[in-house]
């Protein structure tokens, strides 16, 4: 059974930085996608981040490119989003999420983690 569990948020000023981390188990190989995604108050899910497991390549979305670094420890089977500059705009429930590299849609969440970004 896979299982997500993400740690690490919390309340940060305009302009600094936080760091999350998500816990994966139950997870075979290595032909998986790790991904970060958001959802704001009122709005729909938003994807922010994605790493390869096997290769460690990312893709962002345009947005926090730039100010947030995804990574992945093989070792731990830990992902991170680390987020530097963070503006009002960031304050959103995070997601960790998995899926398969041969399949499009995310199987696998997290409980969310709340990042709350005061002006």
């Known amino acids: 059974q896979v299982q997500l569990v993400e740690s690490g948020g919390g309340l940060v000023q305009t302009g600094g930085s936080l760091g999350l981390s998500c816990a994966a188990s139950?997870?075979?190989?290595?032909?998986?996608?790790m991904a970060w995604f958001r959802q704001a108050p009122g709005k729909g899910r938003e994807f922010v981040a994605a790493?390869?497991?096997?290769?460690?390549?990312?893709n962002y979305e345009d947005s926090v490119k730039g100010r947030f670094t995804i990574s992945r420890d093989n070792a731990k089977n830990t992902v991170y989003l680390q987020m530097n500059s963070l503006k009002p705009e960031d304050t959103a429930v995070y997601y960790c999420?998995?899926?398969?590299?041969?399949?499009?849609?995310?199987?696998?969440w997290g409980q969310g983690t709340q990042v709350t970004v005061s002006s």
């Open positions: 790493v390869w497991w096997s290769s460690g390549s990312t």
């Open positions: 139950g997870l075979t190989g290595s032909y998986y996608v």
């Open positions: 999420a998995a899926r398969s590299v041969w399949q499009q849609q995310y199987d696998f």
